[in-house]
């Protein structure tokens, strides 16, 4: 009788060496991004301005597999390739005949999945003469890895945090800050875009389509500065792929494979990252599995936004992309997961969701955290709360194969731990914490303001 195992690893020789692209294998193209001033096709040699050349030519990739550079790949290996661990204390709590798998990325030095991106996009910006990233960040974690990556790549690094982040998550910019980043409370004085949203609104909480504004503003206008973001474009989802790669090996060695893959999803990075290898066996051979996509009812971009161009910041200056969105101008509630606080999805896990090839799901902030108290208390790691949002919805379908006597192997993305956040876990342990879910009414408004 084959012994289950509780953890698989992998070597360091067995890192896979490629990304993969699953644009390739889309059985409907993207539509392009427009030009935000012209709304015509944009002229890749536009974005020059913000990006360097090699990202951008990964943003319009059309192979299936594009190849990670060594030194990249040197870098991975101080913390790659992250375990892959059987929930089993979880399962027997659960009384369910469900396999529970979760990829664990809070292994990594920023403490999430982020520092994947985060790396190659510091080094091709190295490489092509930078001496600057400025990008935005929500919950923190993704300003914590791209500041950990300047510093291993000798890069200075601006972080506009999201106001009502900066202040409920301070040792995250202590964080950054012992990387040696600038960490500034988005909106701000120190943008055009920023001035015009506190002349608006001196309270604003900010958003991530605030912090985007002033952090691309930033690199515009600064010839030696480039613009840096952790999710929802191409060439960030095509990084983060490293993720599900790496499940798959690590499932084929105890002859394993999902019947449902979950991750939570802001912009989708984090999804993306763990299902869309998955997802190439789906699109190419049929393969049954389910990939959802878990998010917030606070902000609930596909579960109740609209298929259409916007843009991914307040402001207007990024280029317009086809994606789900509830509108450039949607301010999202403070809730805790800061780092699922955005308007819009990734135009490839939009599409994906269009097409009927992946699933949906929003849940409010307590239930989220219920579950993440349970698993913390089952399996000794205190997730991220945006993470929490898949094993929320892990647990469900738990539940519902033990109702139905149906084996499932259920295989999540516990993107991050939650180390950072523990004040928000003291503010639900004291029911402090408030459930917000948007009404169709507030999506409309927003909607209504699309260009």
Known sequence: MRKERYKVFLSED????????????????????????????????KLKVIFPEALIKQEMATEA????????????????????????????????????????????????????????????????????????????????????ACNFFGLDCTVYMVKVSYNQKPYRRILMETFGAKVIPSPSEFTEAGRKILAQDPNSPGSLGIAISEAVEDAATHPDTNYSLGSVLNHVILHQTIIGEEAKLQ??????YPDIVIGCCGGGSNFAGISFPFLRDKLRNGRNV???????????TLT?????????????????????????????????????RYHGDSPIVS??????????????????????????????????????????????????????????????SLSGHG?????????????????????DEDIKKTLSKLP
Request: with cysteine.
């Open 251 to 256: 499932m084929e060695k105890i002859d394993e």
């Open 65 to 148: 597999f594009v190849p990670i550079p060594e030194e990249v790949l040197e870098f991975y290996k101080q913390y790659r390739p992250t375990p892959l661990i059987r929930a089993k204390r979880l399962e027997k709590i659960l009384d369910t005949p469900a396999k529970i798998f979760y990829k664990y990325e809070g292994a990594t030095p920023s403490g999430s999945h982020k520092l994947n991106t985060a790396i190659p996009q510091a080094y091709y910006n190295k490489k092509e003469g930078i001496k600057r990233l400025a990008t935005e960040t929500g919950a923190g974690q993704w300003g914590s890895a791209l500041a950990i």
């Open 351 to 412: 599409r994906l969701y269009k097409d009927g090839i992946i699933e949906a799901i929003a849940y409010k902030q307590r239930e989220v955290f219920e579950a993440a108290i349970l698993f913390a208390r089952s399996e000794g790691i205190i997730p991220a709360p945006e993470s929490a949002h898949a094993i929320k919805a892990a647990i469900d379908e738990a539940i519902k194969a033990r109702e139905e006597g149906v084996k499932k192997t259920i295989l999540i």
């Open 14 to 45: 067995e890192i896979p060496h490629s990304w993969y692209n699953i644009t390739a294998d889309l059985k409907t193209p993207l539509d392009p991004p427009l030009d935000p001033s012209t709304r015509q096709l944009i002229d890749p040699n």
């Open 290 to 300: 389910r990939a959802i996509a878990v998010e917030p009812a606070a902000c609930p």
């Open 304 to 340: 109740k936004g609209e298929f259409a161009y916007d843009f991914g910041d307040v402001a207007g200056l990024t280029p317009l992309l086809k994606m789900y969105t509830v509108g450039s101008q949607f301010v999202p509630p403070s809730i805790h997961a800061g780092g699922l």
């Open 419 to 439: 180390h950072f956040d523990l004040a928000a876990y003291d503010d639900y342990l004291n029911g402090r914490l408030e459930d917000v879910e948007i009404s």
